[in-house]
């Protein structure tokens, strides 16, 4: 019902920033909250950030809180991550996810995108 595709990773140096996008089509209505999720080599999906379909309400790892921001411009329907002070251990596989409701464990959302890499280099 909802298709993600994420977008924007590469390859930065440490302090350095990036911004993620996440393009959704489909019934975006049925999963008003978008997240985000990374996995990093050898563990699992780890949450990121999530935003309601507002924009009113959103939470973050406290790994992130202070350096990522999480976004979404339901016109063009795309939620960003603003990544800025950016740490090696950012380094990961970053998922854009939908969910029917607000939640920051990933089994509450049952749309994927295909993941964009960052890399964060020392």
Do not use: H
């Not at 990036?18 to 080599?41: D, I, K, Q």
């Not at 699992?44 to 202070?66: C, H, L, P, Q």
């Amino acid at each position: 019902q909802v298709q993600l595709v994420e977008s924007g990773g590469g390859l930065v140096q440490a302090g350095g920033s990036l911004r993620l996008s996440c393009a959704a089509s489909g019934r975006t209505n049925s999963r008003p909250v978008m997240g985000w999720f990374r996995r990093a080599p050898g563990k699992g999906r780890e949450f990121v950030a999530a935003i309601n379909w507002s924009g009113g309400r959103t939470d973050y790892a406290d790994s992130v809180k202070g350096r990522f921001t999480i976004s979404r411009d339901n016109a063009k329907n795309t939620v960003s991550l603003q990544m800025n002070s950016l740490k090696p251990e950012d380094t990961a596989l970053y998922y854009c996810a939908a969910s029917s409701l607000m939640a920051t464990v990933t089994s509450y959302y049952d749309c994927w995108g295909q993941g964009t890499q960052v890399t964060v280099s020392s």
